[in-house]
């Protein structure tokens, strides 16, 4: 019959085994960042498939909520942006319209400083000839 000391010594060493066996199922070998940051050929198929199946979908999920703020604030900035794009535009028309409206107002003008020249010449020579002085 064994003696207790080898009962205890063989369940210790069941114990450690089954433990060792077992927690190989339970122990990632590789983690996100080495999906991430390692070449795909120095990785073995466990631990690529363990990438493919696990780690990158929890990479995903994990930045999903980051993407859908981006992607609002994209909306955001796109919708400001085609205001700012539609005011310029409408300044553009506007400025079009002023130039026309001061290149009219500038041919008006220089039809009327001609006849104010011409009335001014008119008095001044009128004032000069029949000066009493």
Do not use: H
Not at 23 to 42: H, M, P, R, T, Y
Not at 60 to 89: E, H, R, Y
Not at 112 to 120: L, S
Request: hydrophobic share 40%; with cysteine.
């Amino acid at each position: 019959m064994p003696t207790a000391k080898f009962k205890y010594i063989l369940l210790v060493l069941v114990f450690c085994s089954s433990f060792f066996l077992l927690g190989q199922k339970f122990v990632l070998a590789i983690s996100l960042d080495e999906c991430q940051n390692k070449n795909v050929n120095d990785l073995g198929a466990a631990d690529r498939d363990w990438c493919l199946n696990t780690g990158f979908p929890q990479i995903i999920n994990s930045l999903a909520p980051a993407q859908t703020k981006n992607k609002q604030d994209l909306a955001s900035l796109q919708s400001q942006l085609s205001g700012i794009n539609q005011k310029v535009g409408d300044m553009t028309r506007e400025l079009k319209t002023f130039e026309a409206n001061i290149e009219k107002r500038e041919k008006e003008l220089s039809f009327t400083e001609a006849i104010f020249n011409e009335k001014v010449g008119t008095q001044y020579r009128f004032l000069r000839t029949y000066d009493p002085v």
